[in-house]
Structures are given as structure tokens and as C-alpha cells.
């Protein structure tokens, strides 16, 4: 049962362009929404959260935006580099949990 | 400050050997997680305990995987009669208590059963 759902499953963006990767979540309990980029070889590396009790949080050329009635969260990239390729996790936790639930991933690649 | 460590980095086992990965927490971080990632599974939730204690044991499969966490500086994920599907990067993680707080990995531990 997966309860995260991210899309697209790849992105390929041009140097400088925004790119927008995309989640869903099912359950309404869900309260926290972290971000992770890994890069082939690497872990998970934390980029950016989020609490529904904001709807966009920034962080330099990363931005979550949020809505909670429909239950999606994006993020966006702003000025794409080609250093940002590498597949992309949202996840999110219900309250008083602290286990995480990801998504499928997204592959993002930024050609020059 | 170092991060999360696990050890060893790379395992290859036969099938039906034991593996014991293991895991040695941000110094201070009070809750410790085992994930699994694969190809076709992703990025799969195994346990997690806090101050030491098992919290949430949902993701381990019912019969041949333990973890334990004897001490705060460290955790250990054991594996019985290994299989091939047991192949994957078992990441270890960890965060201050928790809650709303997204936990850091490790670089991950490869298991290979042959």
C-alpha cells in the first residue's frame, strides 16, 4: 500500500530552467514532509521540510509549496544546475510518529 | 561532528549464512531507524527505536530479521538464513527524538547473498 505517490518517475530539465517534482499523500494525519536528493553511490541527504502549518517553505533555490486540501506537496528548483541531477524522495510522517513513508522517487536530470 | 556509521559497507553472504549490519548513531540523537532500499521496492521502512527502546517494528519481515539497540551508541540489524531477495542497501539513520524531525542516513550497508 503506498501511501506517498511522487511524479513524474524521471524529469529532464535544461540548465536554468525550474524543475517541479510532484507528491500526494492519502492519509490526513500526515504532518510532517521532508524532501531527500541522493546522488548514485550516496544515501539519502535531507534538502528541505515542511509543516502544514506553513504552505511554502523556501530554501535558497529550493521552495515546498503545500496544500493541504488537496493533499500535494511540490518541489521546486529554481535555476536548475547540472549538479542538482539525482533522484529526488518526498516523504512524510503521520503525528506522534516518526515513521517516514516515502515516495517512489523521482530521477531528475539537468542537461547543459 | 560524524555522522551516522555503519559497518560493513559492502556484505556478501551465502544464502542460508547469518548477516549482522550494524549501526552507530549520531552522538545525542535519541531515536534510531533501519530502512531497506532497492530497485524495485524503494525506500521501505523497517524499524525504529527511541532512547533505546523498539517503538515501531511494522516493516521487518515477521520471520528471520531482529534488530536490536543494546546501548544509545549503537544498533544492530540481524538477518537468519539469508535469502536473495534479502539484497539490497540497508540504511541507517538517525534524529535528535523523532517526531517531525527528518533523520539523517548513513552511507548504507550492501547486502549481497549469493
Known amino acids: 500500500q503506498q501511501q506517498v505517490r511522487q511524479s513524474p518517475q524521471s524529469l529532464t530539465v535544461w540548465e536554468g530552467e525550474t524543475a517541479i517534482l510532484n507528491c500526494s499523500y492519502e492519509?490526513?494525519?500526515?504532518?510532517?514532509f521532508p524532501w531527500y536528493h541522493q546522488f548514485p553511490g550516496e544515501s539519502p541527504a535531507l534538502l528541505i521540510a515542511?509543516?502544514?502549518?506553513?504552505n511554502k517553505k523556501e530554501d535558497g533555490r529550493f521552495t515546498i509549496f503545500f496544500n493541504k486540501r488537496e493533499k500535494k506537496f511540490s518541489l521546486h528548483i529554481a535555476d536548475s544546475q547540472p549538479g542538482d541531477s539525482a533522484t529526488y524522495f518526498c516523504a512524510a510522517n503521520q503525528g506522534g510518529s516518526a515513521k517516514l513513508i516515502f515516495g517512489e522517487g523521482t530521477k531528475l536530470t539537468v542537461s547543459s | 561532528n560524524a555522522g551516522v556509521i555503519q559497518t560493513p559497507r559492502h556484505k556478501v553472504t551465502g544464502k542460508g549464512q547469518e548477516a549482522t549490519l550494524w549501526c552507530e548513531p549520531i552522538?545525542?540523537?535519541?531515536?534510531v531507524f533501519w530502512y531497506r532500499q532497492t530497485i524495485v521496492q524503494g525506500l521501505e521502512f523497517l524499524t525504529y527505536?527511541?532512547?533505546?527502546?523498539?517503538?515501531?517494528d511494522s516493516g521487518m519481515p515477521k520471520e528471520r530479521f531482529s534488530a536490536q539497540m543494546p546501548n544509545q551508541s549503537h544498533s544492530t540489524l540481524k538477518i537468519q538464513s539469508t535469502q536473495p531477495q534479502d539484497s539490497a542497501v540497508y540504511l541507517c539513520?538517525?534524529?535528535?527524538?523523532?517526531?517531525?524531525?527528518?533523520?539523517?542516513f548513513g552511507e548504507g550497508t550492501r547486502l549481497s547473498v549469493l
Open positions: 515542511i509543516r502544514p502549518v506553513s
Open positions: 552522538s545525542g540523537h535519541s531515536a
Open positions: 527505536f527511541r532512547n533505546q527502546a523498539p517503538i515501531d
Open positions: 492519509d490526513s494525519t500526515f504532518d510532517y
Open positions: 539513520a538517525s534524529s535528535f527524538d523523532g517526531n517531525n524531525q527528518a533523520p539523517l
